[in-house]
């Protein structure tokens, strides 16, 4: 029987090798720059005071907003033709700007203090860099907007049935579940955290902290404005279909499936789109230019 | 004796340097020669006028003026619309018995009864008609310069559910004695001419009369039409839908009126009566469900039926006829333009704490009110050039091109049009002030930009998109900055006609001028809190 190098041992044992010269394949230097990737992107963002009121700013924001509209809205003893689940998640219009800021402040504020050369000396490779940092966005984001999605659910609950949406209504309270309403909660974390990979994206192309979040929000808000105005009914159907804001958020939909433009996931999955053609245009350019 | 007074010496004030001008013109050559800002504000310009040309540019409305006939597109769609005396487009559609007036005279007449029926969208064509009255289905005497529709009028009229009124000229109405009209309740009208000055006068008995209002039509000719009239507007529900869209069900309509007590005064003698659809005969249903639009005289009873209107034509995208169009609409682009105009507002301040120039800035000009407001007021005047030239170019453009794609623009008068225009780029001017604010209060980019558009823009998709009760879109666009966006609202919601006056279609709770107050009132706020911050912190 022969024995395992020292250095091979050590790292089947999970243990960091003793010779960082040691033989190591590129599979595994890859994974362990990552994970230092990650821990220096969490680390720089755990740090942030910001970080922490963005974080309880997306909470706020989404069940705020929600409550404010199932407290306003009540349902006519001769019916209504209200989607309870997309109302209670109205609060998502506003926390995916808080979302944008968090995302594009993650790196827009490395440019604008010249921080990105000392973290891109430390870890040369720009794409894992980037990748942390994605992953480290994305997963604050998954975890604020699970608490907000569920808070706003709860106050869409409480405040739905005191308005009359009830089981005689034919609006049974919601209730996770029920599939409909558990995709369009899950749906609207994921939705959440689509918008950050975006907005991350976008900043990573644009690097000002002011034209990305712009260009960000001028993407997300604008499509409803022009669908309301344009004449043709193509036109609209087209805008709500391919616009990221109008396509993702169909995810929320529970009544009415038939008369929408696009299907829940089939939305999510053009959001998806945009999100991974921003971050892919943003990596191709973090490597091609100068920092 | 005498005093010997010295003064300790002082330096001469430089009054060009320390003066605002000085200030204004420091923060103007600022912005001037930051190249990305320039290029922000003319992206802004050009967005505004490229949206705009694209929505009223984006596809065309295809017509069909007869069933079998050839399918018409574009311009060749628009119909022959009548101008009301007040330059508005009106509808002037109703059927007229009448008699030729030369001269001072007077008409009455007794309602006994008012009947209607209207078709329903969702029963099939060619079936009955469903009995009832529209609330704006109207009958009763009217003195008209000529049959021309669209010609100067006073009228007294019952109607469906709004009582007694007296209306004039398309937009004027005024209310009388409530109440339906019933044979146990009738209503006895009375509308005299002397010149141009009609008076309408109702009376529940025939003897006690109460004068409801007087008008002045100016240029009425000599020989008038004075006569009997009704008419009753389509029947429409309206069922919206999220993000603008929206569908009504609903159809022709027409109501059926009788007169007794019919006097004339002031016309010849023996002059017969002659019956007319003014403004053709309506289309649709109402022809061919039996009932048809006419009138019958026996023993001095008159039974008058017609379909139509006698009002101002309104903007409502989900019950009209045929497509119209407002001339706001092209000015949508100028939300692309807002976020350009907040994204270089705000950086003007924050660019400053981000470079440490702030610290420059302040030690020059130690006043640190007067830096922010010289930083707004250059802010907003540029923004509002940028916006002025984008409005000024959009609004004829995007005219012209949703003529040619078939949709009829809505006449308005040019003051109306002048408000439009400067009025969209007043927004984007006090848009840009509040954004220094917030710029100066939050010191971050992405936040303060965040903050801006959100405030505005937010509010407005939530009014717009039909999700929220339409108590809760209506607050909202009276409170938020979003309330600002009435300044484009052309056309004025008219009480006297039935249509969507939601936000969805355009019509804003608030008047023109008081929602950009609001908008101004957020930005004197925000100054405000900006201005104490600005001299209680350290820069």
Known sequence: ?291 | MTAQVTTPYRPPREEARDGFAQLLRAEWTKFRTVRGWVIGMVVAALVTVGLGLLIAGGGSSTCQNSPTGPVLSGAACLPPVPVGPGGQAVTDQFYFVRQPLAGNGSITVRVPALTGLYANGATAVGSPMTRGLQPWSKAGVIIQASTRPGSAYGAMMVTGRRGVRMQDDYTHDTAGLPGAVSAASPRWLRLTRSGDTLTGYDSADGTHWTRVGTVRLAGLPSTVQAGLFATSPAHSTVISKSFGGGSTSGGPSLDTAVFDHVSLSGTSPGAAWTGDAVGGQATGGAASSGAAEGFHQADGRFTVTGSGDIAPLVFDPAGSGFPTSTIERGLQGAFAGLIAVVVVAVMFITAEYRRGMIRTTLAASPRRGRVLAAKAIVAGAVTFAAGLAAALVTVPLAQRLDRAKGSYVLPVTSLTEIRVIVGTAAVLAVAAVLAVAIGTVLRRSAGAVTAVIVVIVLPYILGIASVLPVGAENWLLRVTPAAAFAVQQSLPAYPQVNAGYTPTAGYFPLAPWAGFAVLCAWAALALALATVLLRRRDA
């Open chain 1, 1 to 291: 029987m022969s024995q395992a190098p020292p250095a091979q041992r050590a790292s089947l044992l999970g243990e960091r090798p003793a010779d960082p010269d040691g033989p190591q394949n590129a599979l595994q230097a890859g994974w362990t720059s990552l994970r230092e990737a990650l821990h220096a992107e969490w680390t720089k963002l755990r740090t942030l005071p910001g970080t922490i009121w963005l974080l309880a700013g997306i909470i706020a924001a989404t069940v705020a907003v929600s409550s404010a509209a199932t407290a306003a809205m009540s349902c006519p003893s001769r019916g209504c033709s209200v989607d309870p689940a997309k109302l209670s998640l109205t609060g998502i219009d506003l926390s995916q700007a808080v979302v944008a800021i968090l995302a594009v402040a993650a790196i827009s504020s490395e440019y604008s203090t010249g921080m990105i050369r000392s973290t891109l000396t430390a870890m040369p490779r720009r794409t894992t860099m980037l990748a942390a940092k994605a992953a480290v966005v994305t997963g604050l984001v998954l975890a604020a907007g699970t608490i907000a999605v569920l808070g706003s659910l709860l106050a869409g609950r409480l405040f739905l049935s005191s308005h009359g949406f009830t089981p005689a209504h034919g609006y049974p309270s919601l209730s996770l579940g029920d599939g409909p309403v558990l995709r369009a909660a899950a749906g609207s974390v994921l939705y959440l955290a689509l918008i950050a990979l975006l907005s991350l994206g976008i900043a990573t192309i644009i690097r000002d902290s002011g034209a990305a979040i712009g260009t960000v929000l001028g993407l997300l808000y604008l499509s409803p404005i022009i669908a309301a105005v344009v004449r043709s009914p193509h036109w609209h159907n087209d805008i709500e279909r391919y616009a990221p804001m109008s396509a993702g958020l169909a995810i929320q939909a529970t009544t009415g499936l038939r008369g929408l433009p696009i299907s829940p996931w089939a939305g999510l999955g053009v959001l998806a789109a945009w999100a991974s053609a921003a971050v892919l245009g943003g990596g191709l350019l973090l490597r091609l230019r100068d920092a």
